[in-house]
């Protein structure tokens, strides 16, 4: 790690998805998030769903909000738009561009975050050298398609006990159940449709914040 790479805070990791954010732009969506206290963005949007131009011009637009509130900008998959925009990192899954691929592209001075769904995958993800792991579905979602089956908390508890890198779990996580995210052993929750669909977003990061703590 470099001095200037920065790393995956802890708390709210927000995920756009304009699909579920009742008529909402991702930069709106966006700005509420961090007014609410994410400490993390990401932009995830798909290309069949959105023109190529536009999903860079909003990545333009959240890179400028998120560096104004200090706030860690992520892109899923796109890297060409990653470094366009000068994004803090890139997150993939186990079936885009490898980690160590990833980096070739982007360099030393940005985070790579790998999805994981078993202690097999951990494993790689140590090796190949990305930054921190998504661990999950802890829990049912439809928020993707294809998604796989839920991996429980038994490999959130796995993760926390055995992985040496930063991780963020992740699906299906709501307000009523982000206590036991946390107390088997989660510093970081990633929550999608819960943030973006609510009626009040910063109010709802507000509340989910202080559901880590209690």
């Known amino acids: ?78 890297v060409d738009i990653a470094l366009l925009v000068d994004a803090d990192g890139v997150h993939v899954g186990q079936e885009d561009l490898g980690v160590k691929e990833v980096r070739k592209l982007l360099g030393p001075d940005k985070i790579i975050g790998l999805s994981t769904h078993s202690p097999e995958q951990v494993a790689g993800a140590e090796e190949a050298g990305a930054d921190y792991i998504g661990v999950g579905p802890i829990y049912a979602t439809r928020t993707k398609e294809n998604v796989v089956d839920p991996v429980g908390l038994e490999y959130l508890e796995y993760v926390a006990t055995n992985c040496p890198l930063p991780f963020a779990a992740i699906g299906g996580i709501k307000e009523h159940n982000i206590t036991e995210v946390v107390k088997r052993g989660a510093k970081t929750v990633c929550l999608v449709t819960e943030i973006v669909g609510a009626d009040d977003i910063s109010k709802t990061v507000t509340s989910l914040a202080k559901a880590m703590l209690s």
């Open 1 to 78: 790690m470099t001095d200037n790479k920065p790393s995956l805070p802890q708390g709210i990791y927000g995920i756009t998805a304009e699909k579920f954010s009742r008529g909402r732009s991702n930069t709106e969506v966006v700005r509420a998030m961090i007014d609410g206290g994410v400490t993390t963005v990401q932009y995830r949007e798909k290309r069949h769903l959105k023109d190529y131009r536009e999903i860079l011009d909003e990545c333009y637009a959240i890179r400028e909000i998120t560096r104004d509130s200090g706030v860690v900008f992520i892109v899923n998959d796109f």
